[in-house]
């Protein structure tokens, strides 16, 4: 029928996000500035500005944190 099924979303992450290793976001998810997101979640559903957040899928576990980035050491691709 030559119809798209699967249509494509736009996946929106904050800045100063920390995405952990093993991290699966779905598309049409927004990520909220300087969240965190744990190792292995699977993201389904927006997750709010500074947030932690893991799990399968992953659920805000708490709110309103604050992290430091000077002891994240940067990675170049």
Same mark, same amino acid.
């Given at each position: 029928?030559?119809? %798209? !099924?699967?249509?494509?979303?736009?996946?929106?992450?904050?800045? %100063?996000?920390?995405?952990?290793? %093993?991290?699966?976001?779905?598309?049409?998810?927004?990520?909220?500035?300087?969240?965190?997101?744990? %190792?292995?979640?699977? #993201?389904?559903?927006?997750?709010?500005?500074?947030?932690?957040?893991?799990?399968?899928?992953?659920? !805000? =576990?708490?709110? =309103? #944190?604050?992290?430091?980035?000077?002891?994240?050491?940067?990675?170049?691709?």
């Amino acid at each position: 029928t030559s119809k %798209r !099924v699967n249509l494509s979303k736009t996946i929106k992450i904050g800045q %100063r996000v920390f995405i952990d290793e %093993r991290v699966f976001i779905y598309k049409g998810v927004h990520i909220g500035d300087d969240s965190y997101i744990g %190792r292995g979640s699977i #993201v389904t559903h927006p997750i709010p500005e500074k947030s932690y957040a893991y799990g399968r899928p992953a659920t !805000v =576990q708490k709110k =309103q #944190v604050f992290w430091s980035s000077k002891y994240v050491k940067e990675v170049e691709l």
